[in-house]
Nanobody, 123 residues
Framework: QVQLVESGGGLVRPGGSLRLSCAAS????????MAWYRQAPGKQRDLVAT???????NYADSVKGRFTISRDNAKNTVFLQMNTLKPEDTAVYYC?????????????????WGQGTQVTVSS
């Protein structure tokens, strides 16, 4: 069984910064790509940033130059550093990871999601 737990959300003023963390735990052999998504009220869940196992990164145009995704493979953790935050960044942020985990007979790869953490940008 695998769990992803996010932390670091909160209320911040426009122009401020937050750092989100997402730690994976459980029966983990390997973690492949990791990503952050966000979902604002009444809107679909959108991809924010991705990072491969080799630390190649990709970002949504709306966050390029302001957000940085990184990972600590030794701690099975992915981070999202968010700078120069704007009110439109307000959303629930979710992490996702593709993980090789122990199955009943053999290991298998599956996608896992965290429970989400609220980020509110408001003055």
């Amino acid at each position: 069984q695998v769990q992803l737990v996010e932390s670091g959300g909160g209320l911040v003023r426009p122009g401020g910064s937050l750092r989100l963390s997402c730690a994976a735990s459980g029966s983990i052999f390997s973690i492949y790509a990791m990503a952050w998504y966000r979902q604002a009220p009444g809107k679909q869940r959108d991809l924010v940033a991705t990072i491969t196992s080799g630390s190649s990164t990709n970002y949504a145009d709306s966050v390029k130059g302001r957000f940085t995704i990184s990972r600590d493979n030794a701690k099975n953790t992915v981070f999202l550093q968010m700078n120069t935050l704007k009110p439109e960044d307000t959303a629930v942020y979710y992490c996702k990871a593709e993980i090789l985990t122990q199955g009943t007979v053999i290991p298998y790869r599956a996608q896992y999601w965290g429970q989400g953490t609220q980020v509110t940008v408001s003055s």
